[in-house]
Structure formats: C-alpha cells, structure tokens
C-alpha cells in the first residue's frame, strides 16, 4: 500500500509502505549511523519522533531478541528508509523488522530518496510531519509535551550487588546504561523522572546519574529540582545526554534547540585541552549553550562545536551529551564511567 510523508513547509513524499497501515504525525529527524535500527528504534529518546535512517539497507539482519533492544518497545512514532529487506539473514533474527513495526502499531514507508530528505531537513532544520495513508492528521509537536514522563519508569527497580550504590533517575534510560553500571561492581537504585529521594530516608546512595531522555530538558522540572540538592549536597553526579542537559539546568546553565540535532553512531567529539578526537553516538535535537558557573567545557562537537561535555572544576559533577554506553556504535567513551567510579572513592 502506498502512504505519504508530509512535511509542515507542504512538501509531499509518497512511499510504499512496510510497517503498520495507521497515520502518524511528530518531528522529522535523521540519522546517519550505519547500523543498530534494533536499538535506534527502542531509544525512548526518539519518542515523538518521525526517524528517516540514511543508510540505504535496512532490516537485512532482522529483529533480535527483547533482551538486546533499548526498552522494552519500539519508541518512534514512524520510520522512512530508502530500500527495506524482507529477507533479514543473521543468527540471532526472530522477526522481521515488518512484522514488528506491525506488531507495535508504527508505520514505516520506503521512500528512494532518504538523502534528498536528510540534506533538506539538514538546511531548513527539524520539520513536523506527518504519514499519511487515507485520513489526514494534524501536526503534532512533540517538545510542547513533557516526554520524559511518559518513558520514564513508574517503580523503583534494584539491580545488580556491589557496596556503592548508585540512584539512576530514569528519564528514558537505554537498558546499556544499567547494564555498563552494574558490570562495575555496584548497585543500581532506578528511580523515576520525579521521585526525590531525599525526602525518602530509607533510599541510601553514594552518587547519581541522570539518564538520556527525549523532548525539551526544561519540561523535567521536577527532576531538575531534585539535581538541585544533589549539588547542594555535593554529592558525585554524572548526566548523560538529557542528564547533560538538566544537570546545567539545575547548576544554572541554559540549554537551547539545535537545528537539526545530533543523531548517529559517527559524531566525532574533541577532548577539550587536547587534539583527541572521539567518535561517539548521539541521539539529541536541543544542547547546553551556556554553562553553569564553576563547570568548564569537557568535549565539544568537531562538525558544529556545541558543547558535548561539561565537568566542575573542583566537585563531582560531571556530564556528556554523547551516549558512554553507545549501543549501538562505538565503545570509545565507555571510559567516562570508569572515570566517575574513581570520584566516588
């Protein structure tokens, strides 16, 4: 069945349709990674989300099993790719990526031309759109909601043993962040996105890490809130994507939206003070441009130069707007949690 990709500037791209035959309607990114749709594709940080993959092959190694996705389903609203496989050929498949895209009610179309659409969405800037199949839909803006509390868990999970024990605000976290904590030796607390654990004395821990997460940081006001007396207390924190974000929020820094965003496995970011380049993956459309007093820029981004890290200059506080614990993409920064385990002895 044919559908159409309609773009808020009126723009129309008709394409053939592979995943479920339902309209939808969010913000049209790209990303230009290689490989990894599996996880791409279960990041609750695409959440509200139209996402167009580069890559001209997809769904030639299929879907693996639950245990290797981000989360625990498919978080974009839509996918656009150039040439879709229906034959996957790996090991580990258990379905093709067509049966569940039906399966978790998204559509997705094949539409030829995915560079034309990434290179006009790279020069006027993240678009809404909407897939269209019979009945038209309205636009739908995805950063006028609070994303964060819709991805975000609504229990308090414990996993993994260790003497330090470390409290996860879970703002949309990738399941790869757990799991490179927990195979340090240390217990993971996840809390959701505004709970405050300082109101709760039955809850011990030792440091803090705020997860990636979906939509504008400045809607997860209460978790900023709750950064706010971490800082006070000066106890070791360490934000990652949106955790960036919202830890310079709550220090008093700003964040604003970037044109098209950062979104891939191949971002290249420069060590501030050094000529060492990282290759990291990144999955993010607003960034830090004013940094708190007391922080000093850590990375910065090779293509545009928009701040990728932040560390104080004398506290344990520290962030990155990249993803450490990748997944996929490059293991290059996984570092930066061994990097905050030493802070914390």
């Not at 993010?284 to 932040?310: I, Q, R, Y």
Request: with cysteine; net charge positive.
């Amino acid at each position: 069945m044919m559908a159409k990709l309609i773009l808020e500037d009126g723009s129309q791209f008709e394409g053939q349709s592979f995943g479920a035959q339902t309209s939808t309607a969010g913000e049209v990114v790209f990303s230009t990674g290689m490989v990894g749709y599996p996880e791409s594709l279960t990041d609750p940080s695409y959440l509200g989300q139209i996402l167009i993959l580069t890559y001209p092959i997809i769904g030639n190694y299929g879907v693996p099993d639950k245990k290797y996705w981000e989360s625990d389903s498919i978080k974009v609203f839509g996918l656009i790719v150039s040439n879709y496989i229906n034959t996957p050929s790996h090991l580990e498949s258990k379905m093709t990526l067509a049966s569940w895209l039906k399966e978790n009610r998204v559509p997705a179309l094949e539409i030829t031309d995915t560079r034309f659409l990434a290179k006009k969405i790279r020069t006027h800037g993240t678009m809404l759109g909407k897939i269209i199949f019979n009945k038209d839909i309205e636009f739908y803006n995805p950063d006028k909601e609070n994303l964060v509390a819709q991805v975000s868990t609504k229990k308090i999970i414990g996993q993994g043993r260790g003497k330090k024990k470390i409290l996860l605000i879970d703002c949309g976290a990738k399941k790869n962040i757990i799991r490179c904590l927990v195979k340090r030796g240390v217990r993971v607390i996840v809390i959701p996105w505004d709970f405050d654990p300082f109101n709760e004395k039955k809850i011990k821990f030792d440091a803090m890490v705020i997860s990636n997460g979906p939509g504008d940081p400045k809607m997860a006001d209460k978790t900023i809130q709750t950064l706010k007396k971490a800082i006070n207390q000066k106890i070791p924190i360490l934000g990652i994507c949106l955790g960036h974000q919202l830890l310079a929020l709550a220090a008093g820094g700003d964040t604003h939206k970037l044109k098209f965003g950062h979104r891939s496995q191949n971002q290249p970011c420069i060590l501030q003070g050094s000529n060492r380049c990282f290759i990291t993956t990144q999955n993010h459309g607003f960034a830090v441009n004013k940094l708190p007093k007391g922080f000093k820029s850590w990375f910065a981004n090779a293509n545009d130069n928009s701040n990728e890290g932040m560390i104080h200059k004398k506290l344990p506080f520290m962030s990155v707007q990249f993803h450490p614990e990748a997944n996929p993409g490059p293991t290059d920064t996984e570092w930066i949690f061994d990097y905050f385990m030493e802070r914390l002895k």
